[in-house]
């Protein structure tokens, strides 16, 4: 058995613990039982779940959470112990005859469409398509609505931060113990990998999705030691002879000679410090990556660590960089640049100045970007609670709304026309310019022919009358694909690694102008001419006439 | 087998599915082996679990999570599974006898001392004592963060909402959608009823938790019905003679009846909408709460809830009332009791007038409070978003810092005072007044006798030489109790009504000034002379000589 494979049933063990049926709103179950009392066991219905605003004042969102959501329907079924819960939670003049068709309800007869996982997606576009029995299609709604609006929230949240940060800076996520509890730690993990995050901190989301994991220590380990007495051998096996070498006399050694070329005093340097990391230094000789700012970066942290990793050169050992968790990292990082870069220079040793910097303190998409203003020789930002909870905006606002019944489209109207649904059952496609670049999303009745390449096709605004464009496309992506059909799974989410892939490819097909984080220009969604007037006959026919607008 | 300890053992199946050893930092496991590596296994630490600031701009805390600390003590065991992943993940360079280590761990040799679930906390006032074995308390870190923020976070949150609705409206939880992620969503629903909401709509949260569940009906169920020939059978069995009556005949008298009297058109009225809320009726006739704004609530939903409502009323049933969702809930609130106050009065039906009014569009502290202030008729909010997302502060920042190893104090310095920890082993009291409100939280070295009764004591600011004052307490109560040592549970946590009520009676406490929405006065949390001057000694001791100030 494959290793994604055994990671994949982990999931599914911890998924079947608490994403299950009962996962719902109650009143999913008290609609079920009026539908079913009113004889609407045969009714079918089509369900959109779309969102209205893409979040973080933002221009895109990233669409995922699709693969929970299939394993909701393979494995959706009422426990005996869930019947007999609602037994004795729903009112006792229920007919008994409703739990034992409760007993025996599963998802084959729902047909799940969905927009391939990982793709940018757009306000009402529905990116799940649910056709089916209205009663099991109704039951689904809170659980599709709990997979998807958070697992999308965080893979866009990851998104931004790696386009502020650029190619070439590593980003981990480092939220577990600030996360909304513990699954909301891993599906942070999870979606911030997918969002375009190199790794996380958190060793269980490693395990369970096969997420490079990353870490070195924290201040407790540097302040649970007081003087160089604390350190147990001062010995080291060299890489290559397997000798023993004298290593905390080279490390004092080095010391010295680096606080020379550095020009501060080793006696203000902290011998605690350099304890813990002459330890570590021992512990993971080929991956020493240590904190500098326990005491003082300048004067202490940033000797200790060259002394240490001088050393560990001596004894055939590349030192991997430092982590700065406090202060002013534009300032701290140049700094620890520049001395990376004296020391290479003085010792000859030229791979010193491309020495790791990790930067972890309270980071947010705006500490990046201003950093980048200022200039910082940072590698790698360790991304904590800002990321895990979105700070920025802690919810995505997916909704699921009814638009067919028995083959009779439903529109749900609002005094406030941003929240009119699309009613009927509808199809989406992107256009593509010539460039490559996504020109449009269009939704149209599903009984209209698809749009064609090099064809014009007429562009609606939803709701406002004037506004309509022709394009011509150079590319047609029909948006959907079924993925859940007669009892199984008929087209098979992709691996992580190749959702993460997707969520860049993707993006990459959007205008710059639309992802920038300022004033971003906002992406067209229309529909086409015959959605538009079928939309406005129904809106006339079920809104009453009322008072004098 | 009680049901409470039912629904533990399912809530302890759920959290060995996530909660356990590898939901941790991988730095934590880095570091564990760095320590093992350089003797350190045999030393002993304490770490103090606290937070720096209360949240949402409030001047109080609540403290939960304890009880899922202790689970997570209890179960503390890598796996042979999780020791393969390490081995997979750690560099090869680790010795072997690490793991045998690290596969032979329990948490036998912790003491764990903790304040009462559901008390009132403060700032640097520290939730949990960690002592016993350093590699052992250094593992536990980011679990027991996990673990305590987001609880903390939400049992505050909610407390805070219940205290601007006031004692007489009832709070429902209807986050799940919203919620980070299925766990996120069951968290929230448990420390919502913690903090004092009164249900959720959360089905599994009522099952595994024993929350009381609440919800009726969505818009979709309205939606999907059409018209009058949607409802399947027009009839309803009286609740007391069981004679079969024409339940639909009966409504739309009422709706004649009921159109003249509040003077609207019964032509105006949604026929979809009246079918929808008889087929509820018929669904739950004892417990008839009905959504009246889909289309509109004055001229529709009002006019079809109270026809339907009469109707059962003539059948032997009372209504329970209706929910608004969208619109000015003030205006319509005040609008639907003036609507049942003028039925109950021409139609001689007392109990009309005081039918429950639930509200439930995007509500959070703000809106409630701006509800009181324009005058309103709701009776119970129903609460998502805002609530269990935490969306004015979706973290608390508790941390975990060591504060003594082998019997010596640490102290973690820091250029900004706010961030310097309060060394040594501690006991905290807090010292109440004669009228028995808190006066203050007062921390002391574990060796001082304890504040007594009637007796003067000087507390001190932390870190403010000037700031002192001599309080005289009228009763003193000790804060930690110890709740798990030698491998076993000692102090066994409370149900979880228990700790809702605590947090009710805790927060009684606190004058009103500290608990007030806008501009709260801070309450004191001080230390005794004798900390003060360790404090103060070791700071000292520990500072390098910096540069000038």
């Given amino acids: ?102 007993k025996d309800l599963t998802c084959k007869d729902i047909k799940l469409s969905a927009i391939e996982e990982g793709s940018v997606v757009f306000p009402r576009v529905p990116l799940l398509r649910v056709e089916g029995p209205l009663i099991i299609a109704q039951l689904l709604e809170t659980t599709l609505l709990t997979l998807v609006n958070f697992a999308s929230l965080m893979a866009t949240n990851a998104a931004r931060y790696r386009m502020v940060a650029g190619k070439h800076v590593s980003l981990l996520e480092f939220g577990l113990r600030r996360a909304q509890g513990p699954d909301g730690g891993l599906s942070a993990s999870k979606y911030a990998y997918v969002g375009g995050f190199d790794g996380t901190s958190n060793v269980l989301a490693g395990k369970m999705f096969n997420i ?3 870490g070195t220590h924290a201040h407790s380990f540097v302040t649970s030691f007081s003087t160089l007495g604390d350190i147990h051998s001062g010995t080291l096996r060299h890489a290559d002879t397997e000798t023993q070498c ?132 940072i590698d790698c930002f360790g991304i904590g609670t800002h990321l895990v909870t979105c700070q920025r905006q802690p919810a995505l606002g997916c909704v699921y709304k009814l638009v067919e019944i028995n083959g009779q489209p439903r529109i749900k109207l609002s005094q406030d026309v941003g929240k009119v649904t699309i009613p009927g059952h509808k199809e989406a496609y992107r256009l593509f310019g010539a460039d490559g670049h996504a020109l449009i999303d269009l939704l149209q009745r599903s009984t209209e022919p698809a749009p064609e390449v090099g064809q014009k096709v007429l562009c609606r605004h939803p709701f406002q009358e004037s506004k309509r464009a022709y394009v011509i496309p150079s590319k047609v992506e029909h948006l959907y ?29 959007l205008r710059q102008d639309i992802k920038r984080n300022l004033n971003p220009t906002p992406y067209k969604v229309a529909v086409s001419d015959n959605l538009y007037n079928f939309i406005h006959d129904l809106w006339l026919q079920n809104a009453p006439i009322g008072e004098l607008f």
């Fill in 246 to 377: 004298d290593f905390l006399k080279m490390v004092l050694e080095c010391r010295k000679r680096v606080s020379e070329i550095l020009d501060v005093s080793p006696e203000e340097a902290s011998d605690g410090e350099l304890a813990a990391l002459v330890s570590y230094a021992q512990a993971f000789p080929a991956g020493f990556l240590a904190l500098v700012d326990t005491y003082d970066v300048k004067r202490s942290g940033l000797l200790n660590f060259c002394a240490v990793a001088i050393a560990l050169n001596t004894c055939g050992y590349r030192a991997v960089g430092i982590r700065i968790d406090s202060g002013d990292l534009a300032y701290l990082s140049v700094l620890a640049r520049e001395t990376f870069n004296q020391v290479a220079k003085e010792l000859d040793l030229p791979w010193f100045a491309k020495l790791t910097i990790v930067a972890s303190n309270d980071i947010n998409e705006e500490t990046i970007l201003s950093l980048h203003e200022q200039g910082h020789s």
């Fill in 212 to 214: 490079p994991v990353k």
């Fill in 481 to 509: 694909k079924v993925y859940w059909n007669a009892g199984k799974i008929c087209t098979f989410p992709k691996p992580l690694v190749e959702v993460r892939e997707r969520v860049q490819t993707s993006l990459r097909t």
């Fill in 1 to 102: 058995m494959s290793s994604d494979r055994k990671n994949n049933i982990r999931e599914m063990a911890r998924q079947n613990g608490i994403v299950q049926p009962l996962l719902t709103d109650l009143y999913q179950i008290t609609m079920a039982y009026a539908y079913w009392k009113s004889g609407k066991v045969n009714d079918t219905a089509v369900f959109d779940l779309f969102f209205r605003t893409n979040p973080f004042q933002g221009e895109f969102t990233i669409f995922a959470g699709l693969e929970e959501c299939l394993k909701f329907l393979e494995n959706f079924h009422y426990s005996d112990s869930d019947i007999e819960y609602l037994k004795q939670t729903l009112p006792a003049t229920i007919e008994y005859e409703f739990y034992d068709y409760l």
